[in-house]
């Protein structure tokens, strides 16, 4: 089946009309491309992201937009003509909001199979000398000799692409001794855990604000075979959970995962003494190379001593255990 897709020019004011004028014409699905909710949507999560993709952001300026999907069977010419028709009747009948131009440009789309295509950006992803993140379609194809990680990575963050979760990975695989009590602050799609698992951990804790990681992580754990004897994904935050916290502090733990962004990492580290046994190690990553400063300092105030920095990319990692 081949398809055309089309692409109406408009400006954010027009949206929400152009939007709603497009559902009643019957077009029950399109993709909207808007500047200023891609800006707002960052500063209401302003707390939660440290880097901004510059290159999506040169893309998106100015833009407003809408994408429709038309079947190509030969009617296609006459509903473009159509379509094109009743975006200037909208005009005339709001003439109060700004559109912009509502030009209509049309291109046809390659033949293939949608459903299984968006596989082709997960290949195995070696990390570390030991470990390979596979996406769970492959589970059973990798030959590389590397301990297998098996993941859904259409779910949430975490796949094993990222600097920063890589990193947090070669830390495990280096520090972990086998039979160690890991505990994951911000765990998304609990990879970390599971890495930890399949290098020798006898017992991992996840925990995330997100109420959808803790499905999401279990769901994961159980494609490695790790059930809840040995797997654990909880929601909360340990900053203001007292119950969660209280829960969490009745084990002893050997290392602590933070994989998250600077801000949180800040947040967290006066709570953390908590967790914290004599030789834990505490795994920050995540942290831009223009906040370590920031996370060195906050360490010390935490009564923590830095053992290693890891760098990839403008990304780092600190390793650190009491003082």
Same mark, same amino acid.
């Given at each position: ?26 077009? #029950? ?9 891609y800006e707002a949507f960052l500063e209401n ?71 299984d295509s968006w596989k082709e950006n997960y ?16 589970? *059973? ?5 590397? %301990? ?59 925990? *995330? ?6 499905? %999401? ?11 809840? #004897? ?10 203001? *959970? ?8 009745? !084990?002893?733990? #050997? ?7 600077? #801000? ?24 831009? *190379? ?9 360490? !010390? ?8 920095? !890891? ?9 650190? !255990?009491?003082?």
């Amino acid at each position: 089946m081949q398809w055309l897709e089309l692409t109406i020019q408009t400006a954010s004011s027009g949206i929400e009309a152009l939007g709603a004028h497009l559902t009643a014409q019957g077009y #029950d699905s399109f993709v909207i491309d808007d500047q200023i909710e891609y800006e707002a949507f960052l500063e209401n999560n302003r707390a939660y992201w440290d880097y901004i993709d510059e290159e999506l952001e040169k893309r998106l300026q100015g833009l407003s937009q809408i994408k429709l999907y038309l079947e190509m069977d030969g009617r296609e010419q006459e509903k473009v003509e159509t379509l094109k028709a009743s975006l200037e009747a909208l005009r005339n009948r709001l003439p109060n909001v700004q559109f912009g131009s509502l030009a209509v440009t049309a291109a046809p789309m390659a033949e293939e199979n949608w459903e299984d295509s968006w596989k082709e950006n997960y290949p195995p992803q070696p990390v570390g000398n030991r470990l390979v993140v596979l996406p769970y379609w492959l589970a *059973d194809t990798d030959a590389s000799g590397r %301990i297998p990680v098996v993941l859904d990575p259409g779910l949430t963050f975490g796949t094993g692409a990222h600097p920063s979760t890589q990193m947090c990975m070669e830390a495990l695989e280096e520090r972990l001794l086998p039979g160690s009590r890991v505990i994951d602050l911000g765990s998304g799609s609990g990879i970390l855990s599971i890495a930890a698992l399949r290098l020798g951990a006898k017992e991992a804790i996840c925990v *995330d604000i997100d109420p959808k990681a803790e499905g %999401i992580a279990e769901e994961n754990a159980a494609y490695n075979g790790f059930g809840r #004897d040995v797997f654990r994904a909880c929601t909360g935050n340990v900053s203001e *959970d007292t119950p969660l916290m209280r829960e969490l502090c009745a !084990k002893n733990y #050997d290392v602590v995962l933070i994989n998250i962004v600077a #801000d949180v990492i800040l947040s967290l580290l006066p709570a953390l003494h908590r967790l914290l046994q004599r030789e834990t190690i505490v795994i920050c990553s995540g942290i831009l *190379d223009t906040r370590l400063p920031e996370i060195y300092e906050g360490l !010390k105030e935490a009564g923590l001593q830095v053992l290693e920095t !890891k760098a990839k990319e403008d990304w780092r990692c600190v390793v650190a !255990k009491e003082a």
